[in-house]
């Protein structure tokens, strides 16, 4: 019954966010291919044809009262010789904000689902994947206090599900407190204040509270905005002495005609069931939110940059981004560092013709007590679409995953070629 309750979740927000959306798309794909690899393993290599089905929305709506978008993919992988078990996917996002920062009332509603790897430890075949489910009800309320004063006081009420792992699951309880002093049209002043308080359905020995204090500064040109704070947070846990850990953010986006980049880096504490929550990216295969699968306090520390281009010629699309992260778990000696790197590049052979090439990799350095096996995850895509007919287009595409550890004991190549047909309507 869980699952089924879980999987009607975004319709919550998918349904109003469809009935309001301005830019709409839907995406159909049929895929087939072969996999030199099947069995992801150094020996016994295993040759098989599989099939991938998927279909995607995609839309935004904005105007005075509602602020939508939704952007969701379900996908269905089977197997020739039975390498793996079928599954069904389904990852994305949608929100729907009613009110904009004019008024005194507002209300944001916000989903995402992802898929992650259960255990880092193995290869990220089916049977080792998951699907998490994150949703949030946020209601706020903000006070003029005077032209160049405000203060914004909010509730954010946040379940996290795992529909396989149930004895991570949270909820997540927040009020938050936000005075905002405007010294100009371009640069503010913030001092945040939050109490969240974190309790585990299945582990409620873990449940805890969070405070978190904060000034923030920041500045928005017309080419170039900025971020800087600091603050502390301080973790109550319900068994165990309190905890202290300096907060601090920073972020920094450029953006001309033809270029954009952005910087960002911060600290601060969460848990292994929520991990990055949202922010979490979808890469090429699936990640990891939290390397321990037990519930655990996480000091974490992020940072990571992205730049954009279109200048390099007239028909080309570039696109890097680096990330790094360190986690420090609160209750024990365990440790893990993801340091991840991901280019795309496209080119345009004519308003029909299409070259895709994409390449991620992510470097995974986990120290769970006295075991560490680090490893290396890489993922590279290379396509050509042709649009034949209105809506239609034809792929030809080639993946590689590779994966390298110091053990050596999980170690693959897989190689898997394909022909996709798809349409397109918007």
Known sequence: MKEKIISIMPLVILLPSMTFAKNFSVDLSAAAGSSDNALKTSEDELSEKQNRYSGSVKGDWLNRWVDASVQYTATKETFADDSQEGENYLQGDSSVKFGNSQDV????????????????????????????????????????????????????ATRTRYLESETRDSDRNSLGLDYQHDFSTVDSFNIRLKTIKSEFLNFPQADYKLNTAAVVYQVSLRKLSYSFGAGQDQVKPEIGEEYSAP??????????????????????????????????????????????????????????????????????????????????????????????????????????????????????????GLSEESYRQAFSRVSFRYEFLRSFNLEIFTEQEKRTSDAKLQDYTENFTGLALAYHFE
């Open 105 to 156: 009332f507002n209300l944001d509603l916000r989903h995402s689902r992802r898929t992650l790897l259960k255990d880092i430890s193995q290869v990220p075949g089916t049977s080792n994947q998951e699907e998490r489910e994150i949703y949030s009800v946020m209601p706020s309320a903000r006070l003029d206090i005077s032209g160049s004063d405000e203060l914004v006081a909010s509730v954010d």
């Open 247 to 368: 907060h601090y953010e920073a972020s920094l986006n450029y953006k001309t005609g033809t270029n954009q980049f952005g910087l960002f880096v911060d600290q601060s504490v969460t848990d292994s069931s929520f991990g990055q929550g949202m922010e979490l990216e979808i890469l090429g295969v699936p990640g990891v939110d939290a390397v321990s699968s037990n519930i655990e306090l996480i000091k974490r520390r992020t940072s990571g940059l992205n730049f954009t281009t279109s200048s390099l010629c007239a028909r080309c699309d570039l696109n890097l981004a680096l990330t790094h992260s360190k986690d420090d778990y609160i209750e024990s000696e365990d440790e893990s560092t993801q340091k991840g790197a991901s280019i795309s590049f496209r080119y345009n052979f004519s308003p029909r013709a299409l070259l895709l090439m994409t390449y991620g990799v992510n470097d995974q350095q986990p120290v769970l």
